[in-house]
């Protein structure tokens, strides 16, 4: 199982990013993805989830803000984030039941 995120950086206030999640070594279409995060000195606060039906849930603290999609035909998870703030600021990653990504940074900084 490999899991392999990109797409952060660095973003001022009120911008947009969108994460991706490249999954191999499974397959792809039968798991939940979910994304997740974690601040420096924080715990990991669960994001999204998009099943294998295609539906999403997203975490009340995000919701309206960010939006999860998966594209099976090229085995990618997407976190799609608008309007961030500095405390979006954390190490993002995706998961599902065989394992996790390293992460990506998002730094939102002006």
């Known amino acids: 199982v490999q899991l392999v995120e990109s797409g952060g950086g660095t973003v001022q206030p009120g911008g947009s990013l969108t994460l991706s999640c490249a999954a191999s070594?499974?397959?792809?279409?039968?798991?939940?993805m979910n994304w997740i995060r974690q601040a420096p000195g924080k715990g990991p606060e669960w994001l999204a989830t998009?099943?294998?039906?295609?539906?999403?849930f997203v975490a009340p603290a995000v919701r309206g803000r960010f939006t999860i999609s998966r594209d099976n035909s090229v085995n990618t998870v997407y976190l799609h984030m608008k309007n961030l703030q500095p405390e979006d600021t954390a190490l993002y990653y995706c998961?599902?039941?065989?394992?996790r990504g390293p992460g990506t940074q998002v730094t939102v900084s002006s």
């Open positions: 998009v099943n294998s039906m295609n539906a999403t």
């Open positions: 998961n599902n039941a065989e394992g």
């Open positions: 070594g499974f397959t792809f279409s039968v798991y939940s």
